[in-house]
C-alpha cells in the first residue's frame, strides 16, 4: 500500500487514463475522489473500495471552488482532463483554440488555485498535470491547437514547481503517446477509413503499438507517491518510443 493515508482527487475520471489512474491509486490505498463532467461515466464507480465518484466540470470555477471547500486536504491533485483538436493551423479557429486553452490549461489553474491552501497548510502535496509528448516535446502532424496548448501545460508545470519547491508542494506532468482511450477510438472512427487511420496511429509508435490507459497510471501512482518525493518540475515520459 504505497499511498496509505493519502487523498487524491483526479479530473476527467470517466474513462480513458483517468479511469486507470483513480483504479491505480485506490488499489495503493489511497482515498480517492474521482471526478467528470459526465455522472454516467462514474456509475462505475459504484462499490470500488477508497473511491469517491462526485460530478465536476473543470470548466466551472464555481463549481470547483464549491468541491475543494467541501474536500479534506488532499496530498495528490491529477488534472487529467482535456481535450484533443484535429488540424493544422489553417485548420484552427479561434474558438478551438480558446476552448482548448480553456480545458487544457486554464482548468488546471483553477483546480491547483483551489488546492494550494490545504497542500501550503499541510506543507506537502503533490500536483500532476495530464500534457502529452504531442507538446513542446513533439511535433507530431494535425495537432496545432493540441500541441500548442499542451505545451502550454509544460510551462504550467515548470512554474508551479518553482513557486512552491521550497514549501513541501511538488507538480510534475505526464507525457504519454498514444493511448487506447474511448476518445482515441472516437478520432479513429470520425475517419472515412478508421481502420487504415488506426494503423497509421500505430505507425508513430515505435513500439508498433498503442498503450494502454493501465500503462499510464503507474507513472501517476509514482508521482502520488512519496517515492519521488525528490522529483518536481519534471516531464514523465511513457510514449512507447516516440521520443527516442
Ligand atoms: P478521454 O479523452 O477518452 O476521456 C476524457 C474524459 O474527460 C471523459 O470522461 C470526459 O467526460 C471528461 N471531460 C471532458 N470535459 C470535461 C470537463 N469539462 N470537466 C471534467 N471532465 C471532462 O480520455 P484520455 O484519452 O485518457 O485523455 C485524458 C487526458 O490524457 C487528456 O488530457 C488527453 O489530452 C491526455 N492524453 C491522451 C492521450 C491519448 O492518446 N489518449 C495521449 C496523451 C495525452
Redesign the pocket.
Known sequence: MRLKGKTALV??????????SVMALAAEGAQVWA????EK?LERYAGVANVTAVK?????KAAIGALFAKLPALDVLF??????HNGTIEQASDDDLAFAFS??VR?QMWTIQAVLPGMLKAGRGSIIN?????SSMKGLPNRFV?GTT?AAVLGLTKSVAADYVTKGIRCNA?????????????RINANADPEEARKA?IARQPMGR??Q?EE?APVVVFLASDESIFATGQFFTVDGGITI
Not at 35 to 38: A, I, K, R
Not at 130 to 134: E, I
Open positions: 479530473t476527467a475520471a470517466g474513462q480513458g487514463i483517468g479511469h486507470a471526478t467528470d463532467v459526465n461515466l465536476l466540470d473543470v470548466l466551472d488534472n487529467c482532463a482535456g481535450v484533443v480545458l487544457n482548468a495530464m500534457a502529452s509528448v504531442c493540441y499542451k505526464v507525457c504519454p503517446g498514444t493511448v487506447d482511450t474511448p476518445s482515441l477510438g472516437d496511429f498503442l498503450a490507459a499510464i
